[in-house]
């Protein structure tokens, strides 16, 4: 396990080496394949992070000399991998835009998309293993293709076979792109350790940070989780010889008994509170259990939690009119009496009122609960003007609210 991990570990800082070269030379006779369009030379460069200018990085025991220090970025920690790769060996190809490492027992590739497009999107990650079904005519593939013994037709060629290959199923999700800082390549420790079998801890006493096999780790079950209301989220953790120490949510931390609960033991259960999950307003949330190992060193794990509800809001048919009084009936949103209809698609929310007017003398729901039909004696009684309604919406105790603008004319 350990000389594998090594080896994933070599391939990936490799890498950064070179990214390195790659930012200042290209390959004569590569194409950019299947038409797609890039920026020379364009290189993804790292923005809006900030120095651990003390922090020392430690891989298995073996301190790393660098002259570029960690940084952190959207709370996610990067590293100079250049420095660490020179121990390290693995193949390594490049196909521009295309970095193609492959591991030394030539069981594991990866690919890495290093261009931003046109459109300032970040490049992709792709990992394959030999559970691939192309792998075998992946690493033929680059292993046997010379840039510079090909023609335009065989680089074309070239191109359309392996970008067939990178599909959605292969992709690595990372998210904080690796990116160059004073022309050194930096990657993040989160990636590293998730896809590689790697841990990464932070000592926030001396500013050391450690790379070391995942051995002994605490465990989280689940360590993902999706939930189609608000309600108590349940983890079980086992803590391998670890002092559970709490648990942040970006630069937040959460509160015990009021955000969560705690039990005690050797595998404790950690519950992220209904309360707390009610007044979360976005769809995805990556959270970090906080650790302490006997060395007093913290360790993080990361549990993602996607609230599905707020994926499919509720929605009206029209979220603005134009109401005359003398034309209003042969509109598309009026019924037979005169009246304005407005159908929802509820996606599992429920609706409850409109706020401030009256059930029954404003407006009238229908029998399954997907649509109102707004009276017409309430609409002719409003006076020029711009109005806006509130639909208010729920789903247990999260309530919603979507609006309807009515200009009266």
Known sequence: MKSRILKVLSMVMIFALLLSQVAYAKPQGVGVGRGREHAPGQLKKMEGFMNFAESRIRVRNMWVESEQPPVLKQNRTLIPVRAITEALGSQVLWFSPYAVIISPDEEQIIIFDLETDLDGKDGKTYLFDEDNEDFDELL???KSFDPNDADDDDVDDFYEDLEAMMTEKDLVPIDVAPGLINNRTYVPLRFIAEAFGLRVSYNEDTKEIDIDDESNLPELDPDKEEIQKPEDVVVVVTLNDHAFK??????????????????TGSAITVTLLKDFIEVLDSE???????FENQEDEEVSLEFELKLEYLDQLPQLSQDSIKFDESSFEESDYADKYGNLVIEFELNSWGFKNISGLDEDEDYNVSNDGDEVSITNTFLNDLDEGDYELQFVFEIDDLMYVSYLDIEVN
């Open 140 to 142: 033929t593939l680059v």
């Open 246 to 263: 709490g648990i942040k949510l970006g630069d937040e931390v959460l509160k015990e008994d009021v955000d969560y609960t705690s039990t």
């Open 284 to 290: 995805e949330h990556v959270f970090e259990f906080i």
